[in-house]
């Protein structure tokens, strides 16, 4: 499956009808895997891999060489270094980098959109607990 949502346990041969391509015609092909934990009384998805096949003659293998032993293969397709957050994902040691990268990227409207209404509310409430006291000066002059 090309996209994220589209890759189930029903891509796999063995347990449904999976989308198959021909290596030869494509020669590239870019995807997402399901991997399948067994422990469980049904199969479930464990996860998915994003991949990446390309079928290469002697010839174009030979242009672009891969990594031996512990040498860096990351020369085709070059790949860049993965954008993680700088937080540890440990909320105790840093609550304040977790809160900014996990809470506010997903949930910033709703805190902006709370905190509109908390003002608006304070204010009303604020204008009504004001009001007696700022009638009685009017009517009875006292300043």
Not at 17 to 30: S, Y
Not at 54 to 64: D, G, I, N, Q
Request: aromatic share 12%; with cysteine.
């Amino acid at each position: 499956r090309r996209v994220h949502g589209g890759c189930s346990i029903k891509n796999l041969p063995d347990y449904g009808t999976p989308e198959m391509i021909n290596l030869f015609e494509h020669k590239r092909v870019r995807g997402f895997w399901p991997t399948v934990d067994n422990s469980h009384e049904e199969p479930v998805l464990g996860g998915k891999i994003e991949m990446e096949f390309e079928l290469l003659t002697a010839a174009e293998a030979a242009l672009k060489p891969a990594g031996v032993a512990r040498e860096d293969p990351n020369q085709n397709p070059i790949l860049d270094e993965p954008k993680r957050p700088s937080t540890s994902f440990l909320w105790f040691t840093s609550p304040w980098k977790t809160c900014k990268h996990i809470v506010w990227k997903r949930a910033k409207h709703y805190v902006i959109i709370g905190l509109i209404i908390l003002f608006i509310a304070l204010f009303v409430l604020l204008t009504i607990y004001c009001l007696p006291e700022l009638a009685m000066r009017k009517i009875f002059h006292i300043y």
